[in-house]
């Protein structure tokens, strides 16, 4: 039986992953891995990486799966992750998803479930559009649903809050289709696999926070961790 979680958080961009993400942080002892945050560092530090990735990321598409799988591979090879951890925004495609089996399967490892976090798409487009983050850590806060105490300042470390690039109405409209085009078919792959939960993402925050560790607390029981 396998000693240790190695969970997957996927859904539509906008569906809350980041939201639920730092409130997960201060549940489990579990590194959090999102692919979208290392880009991004990887876009600042402007590194080979970073310059390849960006026009991908602007116009809202994919970045090759070649690019994607090396960094998350090196990523999972790190100590902290050999306990387990979540990723965020990865893997997108099934082929990314089948490149994660061969490698944790080389370290003797498997996924222990994928979590969905399902919102339609119309909740998704007030959600992106609405959303804005601080420069700092990439705090998430939302213009209606979640604004911060004080207009356009982190509420967690007072740096400014802006629009990401990608949060533009045509780029949100591309990120959708990609979405459903590409990393749909995940849920079909891990309902096959049997590691499919799913989760409404429409309720508020706390809600959803809620769902997820009472699915985390029961994976924890079935796999004895
Ligand atoms: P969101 O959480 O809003 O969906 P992310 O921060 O996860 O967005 O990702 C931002 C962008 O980074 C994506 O639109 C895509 O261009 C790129 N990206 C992130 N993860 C992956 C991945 N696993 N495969 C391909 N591209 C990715
Ligand atoms: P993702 O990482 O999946 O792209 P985020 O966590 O960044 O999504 O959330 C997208 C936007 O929606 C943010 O502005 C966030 O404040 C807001 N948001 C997140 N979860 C909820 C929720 N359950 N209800 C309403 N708004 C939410």
């Known amino acids: 039986m396998a000693a240790e979680l190695n969970l997957i958080l996927f859904g539509p961009p906008g569906a809350g992953k980041g939201t639920q993400a730092e409130r997960l942080r201060g549940d489990f002892q579990l590194p959090f891995i999102s692919t979208g945050e290392m880009l991004r560092a990887n876009v600042r530090d402007q590194t080979e990486l970073g310059l390849k990735a960006k026009e991908f990321m602007d116009a809202g598409d994919l970045v090759p799966d070649d690019l994607i799988v090396a960094m998350a591979g090196e990523r999972l090879g790190q100590d902290d992750a050999l306990d387990g951890f979540i990723l965020d925004g990865f893997p997108r495609t099934v082929a990314q998803a089948t490149a994660l089996e061969r490698k944790l399967a080389s370290m003797g490892r498997r996924v222990t479930a994928a979590l969905l976090i399902d919102v339609p798409d119309e909740e998704v487009i007030r959600r992106l559009s609405g959303r804005r983050v601080c420069v700092k850590a990439g705090h998430n806060y939302h213009v209606e649903f979640d604004p911060p105490k004080h207009d356009s300042v982190c509420d967690q470390d007072g740096s400014r809050l802006i629009q990401r690039d ?12 990609v979405y459903h085009e590409k990393t749909k078919p995940l849920v079909d792959y891990y309902d096959s696999l049997g590691l499919m939960r799913r989760i409404d993402g429409t309720r508020d925050p706390a809600d959803v926070h809620g769902h997820i560790r009472a699915v985390i607390a029961t994976l924890r029981l079935e796999e004895n961790v």
């Open 166 to 177: 990608d949060d533009r109405p045509d780029v949100i409209a591309n990120r959708l289709r």
